[in-house]
């Protein structure tokens, strides 16, 4: 079965640069969730979209912005990077919520592993 | 706001021996799930209980929603090297089902062969 990609799996920046990570999740899938995870610490949530509109926010710094597409693939923007911004970045799709199948179930990308130097 | 707390933070045990982990929510939750991560992995999503009382089982994992609905377990018996890795608890979001989930702090399993 198809499962959720994200893009690049790593990604080395300098300080200061720019960096892009892409979700691509699963089909029929319209609810897109961004997660940040430092070394040894639980996900913290970023950002959501339902059907390409921001559904809610969580501990997304000023510097990061987010967009899902009409094809529903999400992007995540990072610029002006700092060392702390090393970490796992996970990208998480699940159902429409009022769809008839399990709904708010979240199924996991294999994350973007990025390193600032 | 909505907390979700796991117990015990790290557990060690000897391959065979059973383990179990709790998770804790300061408030009724739709809907709990659970998630394990292996060491550099990704989160896997392993189940959802919703109904209170709720108990589903997966081979020697054992899932339980409390009545409350405020309080949830996973116990494994009989433990192998390859249950390894950090077992989530998570909750919706406080406002819709469709919104974030809150993760709990995770409890990390070690197994001793």
């Known amino acids: 079965a198809a499962g959720v990609i994200q893009s690049p799996r790593h990604l080395i920046k300098e300080k200061r640069e720019t960096a892009t990570l892409k979700c691509y999740p699963i089909?029929?899938?319209?609810?897109v969730y961004w997660y940040q995870q430092g070394p040894g610490q639980d996900p913290q949530f970023l950002i959501s979209f339902y059907e390409k509109m921001q559904s809610d926010k969580g501990s997304i710094p000023d510097r990061f912005s987010a967009q899902q597409f009409s094809d529903y693939h999400s992007e995540l923007n990072m610029s002006s990077l700092e060392l702390g911004d090393s970490a796992l970045y996970f990208c998480?799709?699940?159902?429409?919520?009022?769809?008839?199948?399990?709904?708010?179930?979240?199924?996991f990308g294999p994350g973007t592993r990025l390193t600032v130097l | 706001g909505q907390q979700v707390m796991q117990i015990p933070q790290y557990q060690h045990v000897q391959e065979g021996e059973d383990f179990t982990t709790y998770c804790n929510s300061s408030?009724?939750?739709?809907?709990i799930q659970w998630y394990k991560q292996r060491p550099g992995g990704h989160p896997v999503f392993l189940i959802q209980l919703v109904k209170s009382g709720e108990v589903k089982k997966q081979k020697r994992l054992t899932f339980q929603f409390g009545e409350a609905k405020k309080n949830s377990s996973l116990h494994i018996t009989a433990t192998q090297t390859t249950d390894v890795g950090t077992y989530f608890c998570a909750g919706p979001g406080m406002k819709t089902s469709y919104d974030k989930v809150i993760f709990g702090p995770g409890t990390s399993l070690s197994v001793i062969p």
């Open positions: 998480a799709s699940s159902l429409d919520p009022w769809a008839e199948a399990s709904t708010d179930t979240q199924y």
């Open positions: 089909p029929r899938h319209d609810t």
């Open positions: 408030t009724t939750l739709s809907n």
